[in-house]
C-alpha cells in the first residue's frame, strides 16, 4: 500500500472522535495497568522502620526483622505486625489495599459483596476485591493479545517469507495449509452447530 493510502486511512481514523478517543482510552488504561502492584497489592510499597528502608513488594522481609518473633514472612495486615511497625516506623500502603488473590476476611456482608469504601466494587464469591482482580486480569489480557499477535505476524511473515523465496510446489503447498489452517476454527463451529 502506498504512503497516500496509509495517510488517507489514518486521516479517516484520526476523523472519528469515538476511535480516538477508544485509542487513548487503552492507551491510559493499558500503561495504568502496567503498575498493578503499585495500584493493587496486599503488601505496602514502602515500610520505614528503625531507620531502615523496606520494599515489600520488591523482596519478602521476615517478621523478625519488624521485631516480631516468627521467622516467616511478614503478614502486614496482621494487627501484631502493624502495632510492630507503627512503634519505630510506618508504611506507604497502594490504593488499593489487596492484591489478585487476596481474600478479604474482614467482611461485615457476606460474599459477594457490594461495593464499599474498602473494596470499590465488592468482592467475588470467594471474598476478593472486584477491582484489584479486573486490573490484573487487564494487563494479563491485553498483554497476552499483543504476544498472540506479535507471533501470529512473525509466523506470517516467515511463512511468506519462505513462500516467496521458493515459489512453485512449496509456495502451493505452504498456501493450501495456510487456508485448512484458518478455517479450522470455522469448521469446528459448523460441526457443533450440526451435532446439537
Avoid at 482510552?25 to 495497568?33: A, D, P, Q, V, Y
Wanted: charged letters at 20%.
Amino acid at each position: 500500500m502506498s504512503l497516500l493510502g496509509q495517510s488517507e486511512k489514518y486521516r479517516k481514523f484520526s476523523t472519528k472522535k469515538r476511535s480516538v478517543v477508544a485509542l487513548y482510552f487503552l492507551i491510559i488504561t493499558f500503561g495504568i495497568s502496567l503498575f498493578a502492584e503499585l495500584i493493587a497489592n496486599d503488601v505496602p510499597i514502602y515500610v520505614r522502620y528503625d531507620q531502615k528502608n523496606y520494599f515489600p513488594i520488591f523482596k519478602k522481609y521476615l517478621e523478625t526483622e519488624f521485631g516480631g518473633s516468627l521467622e516467616t514472612e511478614t503478614n502486614y495486615r496482621d494487627a501484631y505486625v502493624k502495632d510492630l511497625i507503627h512503634q519505630k516506623g510506618w508504611m506507604i500502603w497502594p490504593v488499593i489495599r489487596y492484591s489478585y488473590n487476596t481474600v478479604n476476611y474482614d467482611l461485615k456482608k457476606p460474599v459477594p459483596s457490594s461495593p464499599t469504601s474498602e473494596n470499590f466494587l465488592g468482592t467475588d464469591e470467594q471474598g476478593r476485591d472486584l477491582l484489584a482482580r479486573l486490573i490484573y486480569a487487564y494487563r494479563f489480557s491485553v498483554l497476552f493479545g499483543v504476544c498472540v499477535m506479535i507471533l501470529s505476524v512473525s509466523f506470517g511473515f516467515i511463512m511468506g517469507a519462505i513462500q516467496g523465496y521458493f515459489g512453485g510446489l512449496v509456495d502451493l503447498s505452504l498456501q493450501r495449509f495456510t487456508e485448512v489452517w484458518s478455517g479450522l476454527p470455522l469448521i469446528f463451529f459448523f460441526l457443533l452447530r450440526f451435532l446439537l
